[in-house]
């Protein structure tokens, strides 16, 4: 009898100690908003004021950073990619970046991750023109690969209602996400490349005036780096016009103007359109959402000390 007591008592000090450790790694692995309080205690207000000033000089840039860190997300996780970030030749606001990185570096350096540079840059980005601000969880890294082919799997202008809300789906983020974060297109421009075929097609589900408009801007043939806002009304703003602007079918991307053509996302545009605040609220909780896509934590990844190089 007391050997087998000893042996219950040794199984379950097993135990224990095997649950202990399990909550350990988890909570090391979890992201925090306090994670650099005590590692770099300027970190957010360091990051703050680059994106401050780099919007001050160039408002489309609030537009480029939270393209940022949706490509970045997108890809593998929002673990600073490389093939991910200067995605596509349209892709900009990386120097943003390493700007901000290398001030960082001046002060802690080798602490914070540019993957976490990249999530808060989105967030004070959008405050900077008028949107939504959201609490950012910190304590990824960076990744130490890149994946070309899948950096290819981002949802693309050309894509149907259906295949968007798939591809969301596959990260976690469900129809009322893809249409909150489609409503970033608030913000930025598109080159002609990505929405000649829409202006030009004489389709029903675009105004002929605003067609016509933006033809001005790109031909039929060449021009395909040719810029037109998103938003003619307020370009720089961030505010639900993008969704007035769809129900008028006066979307500029296809994949714009899909969200509401008699499909499952109508209402979630119509709403939109006539609550600001619930737009900006749903667009804050998407932002948290898609931050948490697979991020790099605990031992895993690095810290780069120059965000478009691995260490």
Known sequence: MASLSQTNKFTCTIIVSMLLLIISTQSEAQLSPTFYDATCPSALNTIRTGIRNAVSRERRMSASLIRLHFHDCFVQGCDAEKNALPNFKSARGFEVIDSVKSQ???????????????????????????????TVKLGRRDS???????????????????????????KGLNARDLVALSGAHTLGQAQCAFFRDRIYSNQSNI????????????PANGGDSNLSPLDLVTPNSFDNNY?????????????????????????????????????????????????????????????????????
């Open 104 to 134: 960082l570096e001046r002060v802690c350096p080798g602490v914070v991750s540019c993957a976490d540079i990249i999530a808060v840059a989105a967030r004070d980005a959008s405050f900077a023109v008028g949107g939504p601000s959201w």
């Open 144 to 170: 130490t690969t890149a994946s070309r082919s899948l950096a290819e799997n981002l949802p693309s202008f050309t894509d149907g209602l259906d295949k968007l809300i798939s591809t969301f789906a596959t």
């Open 207 to 218: 105004d002929a005036g605003f067609a016509s408009t933006r033809r001005r801007q790109c």
């Open 243 to 311: 969704f007035k602007n769809l129900i008028q079918k006066k979307g500029l991307l296809a994949s714009d103007q899909v969200l509401f053509s008699g499909g499952s996302t109508d209402s979630i545009v119509d709403e939109y359109s006539k609550n600001p605040s619930k737009f900006k609220s749903d667009f804050a909780a998407a932002m948290i959402k898609m931050a948490d896509i697979s991020p790099l934590t605990g031992s895993a990844g690095e810290i780069r000390r120059v965000c478009n190089l691995v260490n």
